[in-house]
């Protein structure tokens, strides 16, 4: 009778530690992949832009005289850039 109650019980035991295994296989992933994608992002940079201005000047003898001056504004300028964004996805 106890050899009949321990196979029963080893048999028990390899069902339910197979029945244990698939369903965390199932739901719990086994190793992660590396997944690497680009986006394209627009980023505001500031820059110096040459512009160029007259200005009027009077010289000794009363005179007016134009002259161009090259002046520099600062500028918002966006820009485009592609950034590398690397995921781990699971595998099941």
Do not use: N, W
Not at 5 to 30: I, Y
Not at 78 to 83: A, R
């Amino acid at each position: 009778m106890s050899r009949k109650l321990k196979s029963l019980f080893v048999a028990a035991t390899l069902t339910f530690s197979s029945f244990t295994t698939m369903t965390a296989s199932a739901t719990e992933p086994t190793c992660y992949k590396t997944v690497v994608r680009y986006e394209t992002i627009t980023v505001y940079e500031i820059r110096k832009v040459p512009y160029i201005d007259y200005i009027t000047t009077v010289d000794a003898y009363g005179c007016a005289h134009q002259e161009k001056v090259t002046r520099y504004r600062t500028v918002k300028v966006p820009v485009e850039k592609v950034i590398k964004i690397v995921q781990k996805v699971p595998v099941y």
